[in-house]
């Protein structure tokens, strides 16, 4: 099984911050089959990116994903309230489709 | 827009079988693309379970494989989710989910709360 290693597991930022969060694999993701989650409290996660850099119709520019192989990035050029939330890396390179344990982005 | 909602009871007790229906409107299933079930225990990280396409062909989570049924019914536009012989283990949100092209997904139901205890 393919593992996914998220870090840190929580940040404290400041709105107006850039913020790099790493989502790195056991072994290569499948042709960079790697797809990135929003998730807020209560809330379903919220599709971001997916093929490592595509962004979703409607998700701000701000957001942008980046990598290959085993190591991937979700950056987020300058932080607004609203993006204070967990995120989750997916990989859907191989079976079983695997998620990372989640970074949480918190207000400093 | 398409939107997905989960129904089905929120306790199950140890042993029995937990069951899930996902009614979907503004797409009929039978169109296309892969429906499908995804958990999350409380306070943890998210799980695929499986899914299904309108003509049946199933793929599950082999960790769940013999424990976990995905059917489908076209005409209710309905697709549900079997998970037998639970434990507390299985206490988790679960999410019914529509697939995008691969296995990421594009939508997501509002996810319902399943608790397993007697």
């Known amino acids: 099984e393919l593992v996914l290693t998220q870090s840190p597991g929580t940040l404290s930022l400041s709105p107006g911050e850039r913020v790099t969060l790493s989502c790195r694999a056991s072994q290569s993701v499948s042709n960079n089959y790697l797809a990135w989650y929003q998730q807020k409290p209560g809330q379903a996660p919220r599709l971001l990116v997916y093929g490592a850099s595509t962004r979703v119709i409607g998700i701000p520019d701000r957001f942008s994903g980046s990598g290959s192989g085993t190591d991937f990035t979700l950056t987020i050029s300058r932080l607004e309230p609203e993006d204070f939330a967990v995120y989750y890396c997916q990989q859907y390179g191989s079976s079983p489709y695997t998620f990372g344990q989640g970074t949480k982005l918190e207000i400093k | 827009q398409v939107q997905l909602q989960e129904s089905g009871p929120g306790l199950v007790k140890p042993s029995e079988t937990l069951s899930l229906t996902c009614t979907v409107s503004g797409y009929p299933i039978s169109s296309g693309y892969y429906w499908g079930w995804i958990r999350q225990p409380p306070g943890k990280g998210l799980e695929w379970i499986g899914t299904?396409?309108?003509?049946?062909?199933?793929y599950y989570n082999p960790s769940l494989q013999s424990r976990a049924t995905i059917s489908v019914d076209t005409s209710k536009n309905q697709f549900s989710l079997k998970l037998s012989s639970v434990t507390a283990a299985d206490t988790a949100v679960y999410y019914c989910v529509r697939r995008g092209a691969f296995y990421y997904v594009a939508y997501w139901g509002q996810g319902t709360l399943v608790t397993v205890s007697s």
């Open positions: 299904i396409y309108h003509s049946g062909s199933t």
